[in-house]
């Protein structure tokens, strides 16, 4: 059909077997190319398959993958604007795909996919790449459902593909052995070394750690993330019981597009325990107010919301705050400036000594509040303004941390917890003695 020379990593890619099939690390290793031809000789070799490739935005994939593949297939296979996909006179479909949105990704639910290829799956988050997961299956004989992926370290979805191809760490029903993971360099690709020197040039002349991370392929340096100090298994706990000495505190972060409101709870050590959360889309301030009122009935000490929403509207003259309290819920304004807001809680993430020989974070969240767990840890370094900031896209995921923010902005206090009475009941030495024997112990 075509004229190919496969670089030795690209074939170490095609011949690779599993589950998911990871092609990852430096730029311009070849391997947008790679995950392309795979897509096609599949689409070939078994007749009547389905194909997905996928980039995060429409833009990305025609000047990657479209345009490419339409001067590659040309009298081969046949491309149908309409539904962007190729069609295989075989009966094989290669759909081109994309979701730019978080929630874009549920247009493919209840679809079938033998194979998914996720180009540049640093791109997406975690919960797109598990959906994406869900429509990946075959009822073929001749054929195992997979999914390929492509990448360099860095972006949203760095943490991810770094626990699952890097690290390896394992969680749930996820098994080792479905995994592959194919180092890529841009030494590797040898068209690109003769074609375009250059580019290997930009690459080294790259500062440090991006020169490592998309020259080397290093994905220990670019994280990008954040809240680098996140760990599941530290900052989640199964929910306890909130006890009546602990201080309630909400906070909330309002947009028409998404809501969201924290209650958390600091027990007399001035831990927090953020024990729920409402995250709700297209919701008015009169709704919202109502919906947070009836989430609880503990009593609570402060609702902090961030200062800008005193702000009066040019239109009404009546600012979100105003709003909230004339529904009954009264706030309180909290100052907050971004970075200080986040270095903040840095430290509350920040595993400590508790006093009772424990080393554990002051904050932590209770496995109930799904949307800020996911968040949290999706949160990446701003790339424009102060270098310290957190990244105000995808827009999508900051709502819930922002709400987190602004409730430590507001100083919470911790609960004071009663004093016991203690009954001191004397004994003689031999009623004490008795006492141990018969194992009623020494305090009663
Ligand atoms: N085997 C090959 N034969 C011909 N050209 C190739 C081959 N492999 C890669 N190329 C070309 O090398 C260039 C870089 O490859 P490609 O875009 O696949 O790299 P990449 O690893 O996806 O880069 P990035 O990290 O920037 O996404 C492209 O122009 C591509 O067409
Ligand atoms: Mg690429």
């Known amino acids: 059909m075509i004229g190919l020379t496969i670089q030795p990593r690209q074939l170490e890619f095609f011949k690779a077997r599993g589950r998911h099939i990871c092609y990852g690390g430096?730029?311009?290793?070849?391997?947008?190319?790679?995950?392309?031809?795979?897509?096609?000789?599949?689409?070939?070799?078994?007749?009547?398959?389905?194909?997905?490739?996928?980039?995060?935005?429409?833009?990305?994939?025609?000047?990657?993958?479209?345009?490419?593949?339409?001067?590659?297939?040309?009298?081969?296979?046949?491309?149908?604007?309409?539904?962007?996909?190729?069609?295989?006179?075989?009966?094989?479909?290669?759909?081109?795909?994309?979701?730019?949105?978080?929630?874009?990704?549920?247009?493919?639910?209840g679809q079938e996919w033998d194979v998914i290829v996720m180009e540049e799956a640093t791109h997406f988050t975690e919960t797109q790449m598990q959906f994406l997961t869900t429509c990946n299956r075959s009822t073929r004989t001749d054929f195992k459902a997979r999914m390929y992926y492509t990448c360099n370290p860095g972006n949203v979805g760095h943490g991810w593909v770094k626990r699952l191809f890097i690290d390896r760490d394992y969680r749930g029903s996820e098994r080792p052995e479905d995994?592959?993971?194919?180092?890529?360099?841009?030494?590797?690709?040898?068209?690109?070394?003769?074609?375009?020197?250059?580019?290997?040039?930009?690459?080294?002349?790259?500062?440090?750690?991006?020169?490592?991370?998309?020259?080397?392929?290093?994905?220990?340096?670019?994280?990008?993330?954040?809240?680098?100090?996140?760990?599941?298994?530290?900052?989640?706990?199964?929910?306890?019981?909130?006890?009546?000495w602990w201080q309630v505190y909400r906070a909330i972060d309002y947009g028409l597009d998404r809501l969201a409101c924290l209650w958390a709870a600091f027990d007399e050590n001035g831990n927090a325990y953020v024990f729920r959360e409402l995250c709700v889309s297209d919701t008015i301030v009169s709704d919202a107010a109502r919906m947070i009122l009836s989430a609880g009935d503990e009593p609570v000490v402060a609702t902090f919301m961030p200062s800008d929403l005193l702000g009066r509207s040019s239109q009404t003259g009546v600012s979100i705050y105003e709003t909230f309290s004339s529904c009954g819920l009264s706030g309180t304004p909290v100052n907050n400036p971004r970075v200080p807001g986040w270095l903040n809680l840095k430290e509350w993430m920040h595993p400590v000594d508790d006093g009772a020989g424990n080393v554990r974070p002051r904050l932590r969240i209770f496995s109930t509040c799904r949307e800020l767990?996911?968040?949290?840890?999706?949160?990446?370094?701003?790339?424009?303004?102060?270098?310290?900031?957190?990244?105000?896209?995808?827009?999508?995921?900051?709502?819930?941390?922002?709400?987190?923010?602004?409730?430590?902005?507001?100083?919470?206090?911790?609960?004071?917890?009663?004093?016991?009475?203690?009954?001191?009941?004397?004994?003689?030495?031999?009623?004490?003695?008795?006492?141990?024997i018969l194992g009623y112990g020494g305090k009663r």
């Open 26 to 109: 430096a730029r311009g290793g070849g391997k947008s190319w790679a995950a392309r031809m795979k897509a096609v000789g599949l689409c070939s070799k078994y007749p009547g398959l389905r194909v997905l490739l996928m980039r995060r935005t429409f833009p990305e994939l025609l000047e990657n993958h479209v345009r490419p593949l339409q001067a590659l297939l040309a009298g081969v296979a046949q491309y149908k604007a309409t539904e962007n996909a190729f069609l295989f006179p075989n009966g094989s479909l290669l759909k081109m795909g994309y979701c730019a949105t978080e929630a874009d990704v549920y247009q493919y639910q």
């Open 179 to 244: 995994y592959v993971f194919i180092p890529a360099r841009v030494y590797d690709n040898k068209v690109l070394m003769d074609t375009d020197p250059d580019y290997v040039r930009t690459l080294e002349n790259l500062p440090d750690a991006q020169r490592r991370a998309f020259l080397d392929g290093d994905w220990d340096v670019f994280a990008g993330q954040y809240f680098s100090e996140w760990r599941r298994d530290l900052h989640v706990m199964d929910p306890i019981d909130i006890q009546p």
């Open 373 to 436: 767990i996911r968040c949290i840890p999706q949160l990446q370094y701003a790339k424009t303004g102060d270098p310290s900031d957190v990244a105000k896209d995808p827009h999508d995921i900051t709502h819930a941390p922002d709400a987190l923010r602004y409730l430590m902005d507001g100083r919470p206090k911790p609960g004071v917890k009663p004093v016991e009475e203690h009954h001191h009941i004397h004994r003689t030495p031999i009623q004490r003695q008795a006492a141990s």
